[in-house]
Nanobody, 125 residues
Framework: QVQVVESGGGLVQAGDSLRLSCVLSGRTFSWSAMGWVRQAPGKEREFVAAINYSGSSTAYADSVKGRFTISRDNAKKTVYLQMNSLKREDTAVYYC??????????????????WGQGTQVTVSS
């Protein structure tokens, strides 16, 4: 059974940093593409970032490019999302997602098969 478990959300002020973590079990982590998707209240789900199986390729939404960094540690079966210079508009539930690695890294949330339960990130001004 595939399990995706996020942690690290919380309440921060604008301009602060936060790091989310996600542990994958029940699936070969080193073969899996990993990503983050977020959903703000009243809005559609938004792709945030993704990383391929080896970590050699990453992709970001324009809204977070230059502020967020996705990385992975295959030995720990963990993917991270380092979020810097947080803005109020980053407030959302952040979901860790996983899917089969593809030749081109998928940048849409629908491309990922398994999702975690989500972790809340709230940025206050």
């Amino acid at each position: 059974q595939v399990q995706v478990v996020e942690s690290g959300g919380g309440l921060v002020q604008a301009g602060d940093s936060l790091r989310l973590s996600c542990v994958l079990s029940g699936r070969t982590f080193s073969w899996s593409a990993m990503g983050w998707v977020r959903q703000a209240p009243g809005k559609e789900r938004e792709f945030v970032a993704a990383i391929n199986y080896s970590g050699s390729s990453t992709a970001y939404a324009d809204s977070v490019k230059g502020r967020f960094t996705i990385s992975r540690d295959n030995a720990k079966k963990t993917v991270y999302l380092q979020m810097n210079s947080l803005k109020r508009e980053d407030t959302a539930v952040y979901y860790c997602v996983t899917g089969t690695s593809r030749p081109v890294l998928a940048v849409t949330s629908s491309a990922y098969d398994y999702w975690g339960q989500g972790t809340q990130v709230t940025v206050s001004s």
